[in-house]
């Protein structure tokens, strides 16, 4: 497929992402990932950060792959990570990664900027402690 069409193809999932169309996300996405979004991402996306909104800022693509930088904003309605919630409006970033296969995405992977999130929740996350390691590689305590 070309480029243009790639870029179409992830045009429509955001928006069916954003409008919560599941028929438009089984057209989208290959099967595995629409029940996916059916049954678990929708309901969190929404549930947790009440009008969740993706943004394009842009989209690059080449061949069968597309990266699309975004912006995701809402309200943060719900317990995420552990944080009750605020009630408190964010504006996340982020990066989808896609591959695209006879008009459909095939792969979807993300990654946000979650550490900027929860400070904008005015939370903080303190990762668990880990055993201090000797130099040999054995625990120290």
């Given at each position: 497929m070309s480029t243009e069409t790639n870029e179409a193809i992830v045009?429509?999932?955001i928006e069916a992402a954003n409008s919560r169309d599941v028929a438009r996300l089984r057209e989208i996405l290959?099967?595995?990932?629409?029940?996916?979004?059916?049954?678990?991402v929708l309901p969190?996306?929404?549930?947790?950060?009440?009008?969740?909104?993706?943004?394009?800022?842009?989209?690059?693509?080449?061949?069968?792959?597309?990266?699309?930088?975004?912006?995701?904003?809402g309200l943060h309605?719900?317990?995420?990570h552990g944080i009750p919630a605020t009630n408190k409006p964010w504006a996340n970033d982020g990066?989808?990664?896609?591959?695209?296969?006879?008009?459909?995405?095939v792969e979807l992977e993300s990654l946000f900027n979650e550490l900027d999130h929860v400070r904008q929740l005015g939370a903080t996350i303190t990762p668990p402690e880990r055993p201090r390691e000797k130099a040999?590689?054995?625990?120290?305590?």
């Open positions: 045009k429509r999932f290959i099967p595995e990932l629409a029940e996916r979004w059916r049954q678990s969190w996306l929404h549930g947790t950060f009440a009008g969740h909104t993706m943004t394009i800022k842009n989209i690059i693509a080449s061949g069968d792959h597309a990266v699309v930088r975004i912006t995701t904003s309605t719900g317990e995420w990066v989808y990664f896609i591959r695209i296969a006879d008009g459909r995405i040999d590689g054995g625990e120290m305590f």
